[in-house]
């Protein structure tokens, strides 16, 4: 798929400037430099990929607002908005790896920390306490990883939970995919330059998201917040403030990780 081209309305031109502080205090954030050897990255990905797991639920409460996914199957919402969402569905869900296999964004992240020799225990026992049927709150009580990481999955699930349409687009698209390719392009810049070849498949995941969201997803999803808050003022103020919210979150877990470094113990 190509690039897609949606002409911002005022309002979300708006939007975007009234998180322009927040978003460049996160793009500044130095954890990005921080990342001085494959240990620190080792350490970062631990706990970024719990990040990179509750995005697909916070797509998948999209998918249940906006489509329908029960039976009996009946139309639902705006046939342009469910077309959106299904798109980035399966892109972000069943993707393909560097052999053109297909897999979700998560699973290639599992991946590339399987490549550095990170370690993947405390996700998987997150994943193994949700199959046999623990709350989200109650697994990540079990797990020994930092609060910020907790704080960062558990404002998402508030998010998925609240079962309002405009405001789970709008966490969704300002604080994840509009922000992400140049969250991204920090990380790469330094990456290539500190490890050169020795981190093929996370490099890959990286420039796969920028390319997805900078080119499909983030036109979409600014298109899809356009439609949910329509004239609704009081829809545009949530989304403007659930969006503050959701960056200042990430730079949170930002900080959290970065305090975690040896360099900054």
Same mark, same amino acid.
């Given at each position: 798929?190509?690039?897609?081209?949606?002409?911002?309305?005022?309002?979300?031109?708006?939007?975007?400037?009234?998180?322009?502080?927040?978003?460049?205090?996160?793009?500044?954030?130095?954890?990005?430099?921080?990342?001085?050897?494959?240990?620190?990255?080792?350490?970062?990905?631990?706990?970024?990929?719990?990040?990179?797991?509750?995005?697909?639920?916070?797509?998948?409460?999209?998918?249940?607002?906006?489509?329908?996914?029960?039976?009996?199957?009946?139309?639902?919402?705006?046939?342009?908005?469910?077309?959106?969402?299904?798109?980035?569905?399966?892109?972000?869900?069943?993707?393909?790896?560097?052999?053109?296999?297909?897999?979700?964004?998560?699973?290639?992240?599992?991946?590339?920390?399987?490549?550095?020799?990170?370690?993947?225990?405390?996700?998987?026992?997150?994943?193994?306490?949700?199959?046999?049927?623990?709350?989200?709150?109650?697994?990540?009580?079990?797990?020994?990883?930092?609060?910020?990481?907790?704080?960062?999955?558990?404002?998402?699930?508030?998010?998925?939970?609240?079962?309002?349409?405009?405001?789970?687009?709008?966490?969704?698209?300002?604080?994840?995919?509009?922000? #992400?390719?140049?969250?991204? $392009? %920090?990380?790469?810049? @330094?990456?290539?330059?500190?490890? !050169?070849?020795? *981190?093929?498949?996370? #490099?890959?995941?990286?420039? $796969? %998201?920028?390319?997805? @969201?900078?080119?499909?997803?983030? !036109?979409?999803? *600014?298109?899809?917040?356009?439609?949910?808050?329509?004239?609704?003022?009081?829809?545009?103020?949530?989304?403007?403030?659930?969006?503050?919210?959701?960056?200042?979150?990430?730079?949170?877990?930002?900080?959290?990780?970065?305090?975690?470094?040896?360099?900054?113990?």
């Amino acid at each position: 798929m190509g690039s897609i081209y949606y002409i911002m309305s005022k309002r979300i031109e708006a939007l975007q400037q009234a998180l322009q502080e927040h978003r460049q205090r996160l793009l500044k954030h130095n954890v990005y430099q921080s990342l001085e050897t494959l240990d620190d990255l080792r350490l970062f990905m631990e706990h970024h990929v719990f990040a990179v797991w509750d995005f697909m639920s916070l797509l998948k409460a999209l998918q249940r607002e906006l489509t329908c996914v029960t039976l009996p199957w009946v139309p639902k919402g705006s046939p342009s908005t469910r077309r959106l969402i299904n798109e980035i569905v399966l892109e972000e869900e069943t993707d393909v790896d560097q052999q053109g296999q297909p897999v979700s964004h998560f699973e290639l992240y599992l991946r590339a920390m399987a490549e550095v020799e990170a370690n993947t225990a405390h996700v998987e026992q997150l994943l193994t306490g949700i199959a046999e049927g623990k709350k989200v709150n109650n697994a990540l009580d079990q797990l020994p990883i930092d609060p910020s990481v907790k704080a960062f999955v558990r404002n998402t699930f508030r998010v998925a939970d609240s079962a309002e349409p405009h405001i789970i687009a709008a966490a969704f698209t300002f604080g994840r995919e509009d922000l #992400i390719p140049d969250m991204f $392009r %920090h990380l790469i810049e @330094d990456l290539n330059r500190r490890f !050169p070849g020795k *981190l093929n498949t996370f #490099i890959y995941y990286l420039d $796969r %998201h920028i390319q997805l @969201d900078e080119e499909v997803h983030t !036109p979409l999803a *600014l298109q899809m917040v356009d439609e949910l808050c329509g004239d609704d003022e009081d829809k545009w103020q949530e989304a403007l403030e659930v969006s503050k919210a959701c960056i200042e979150q990430r730079i949170e877990l930002w900080n959290g990780i970065r305090n975690l470094l040896p360099s900054e113990a």
